[in-house]
């Protein structure tokens, strides 16, 4: 079964401008992480911010925020202030306590920031 | 900042050969990861391991691949007779703990091609 979904499989956005990539997931285990990695054109994947399933605020780093939507199984990630070097793959991936070994990807987004 | 390496960057083997692809977890991480990505597609699960044994692996992870840790820094993934279809770009991970609130370190990849 399909657990972690990403619906865009390409994203366009102004630079400067904040943009949104999607991500839900589906699981039965009460706690579990989700991360956000990048992956630019050389291929390698870039952690870049963790929401717990037990935690009460949105997780921030930087330019980087996850909109975490508990009840409706949603982390999205948005970007703000987008630039250049943000042209790249983003993938959403959980970890569940209970199955807590490997990590599950989601299809990704290609995302595509325009001068 | 420790990273995760991985050698060779780029492996080129024909059909029926054995590979070898090598990696260098973060030093005082105790959990490793293979993963997979073939080209334009997601990230999958392969195989992790833990206290010198495999604790989880994927469907995918049959009996052509095996895991090692040779020495107390090698964590190596062997695919013992190449199949076209292995071609692929393989990522080991590494993470200092199981729980599912830890993020899991990626190397830059061995992009393998099989001929």
């Known amino acids: 079964a399909q657990k972690i979904t990403q619906t865009q499989p390409g994203m366009f956005v102004q630079e400067k401008e904040a943009v949104t990539l999607d991500c839900t997931y589906d699981t039965s285990d009460p706690s579990y992480g989700l991360f956000w990695y990048k992956q630019p054109s050389s291929g390698e994947m870039i952690f870049l911010i963790y929401q717990g399933s037990y935690d009460q605020q949105n997780a921030t780093e930087g330019r980087y925020s996850l909109n975490f939507q508990k009840a409706r199984k949603s982390a999205n990630l948005v970007i703000s202030a987008s630039q250049l070097g943000d042209s790249a793959m983003y993938f959403c991936a959980m970890r569940e306590v209970y199955n807590n070994n490997d990590m599950r990807f989601g299809a990704g987004t290609r995302l595509t920031v325009k001068p | 900042e420790p990273e995760v390496t991985q050698t060779p960057s780029h492996q080129v083997t024909q059909m029926g050969q054995e590979v070898i692809l090598r990696c260098v977890p973060i030093s005082n991480h105790l959990y490793f990861y293979w993963y997979r990505q073939i080209l334009g597609q997601k990230v999958e699960f392969l195989v992790s391991f833990y206290n010198n044994e495999i604790s989880e692996k994927s469907e995918i992870f049959d009996d052509q691949f095996s895991v090692e840790r040779p020495d107390g820094s090698n964590f190596t993934l062997k695919i013992r007779s190449t199949k076209l279809e292995d071609s692929a770009m393989y990522f080991c991970?590494?993470?200092?703990?199981?729980?599912?609130?830890?993020?899991?370190?990626f190397g830059p990849g061995t992009r393998l091609t099989v001929t």
């Open positions: 991970a590494s993470s200092e703990e199981g729980r599912a609130s830890y993020e899991q370190y």
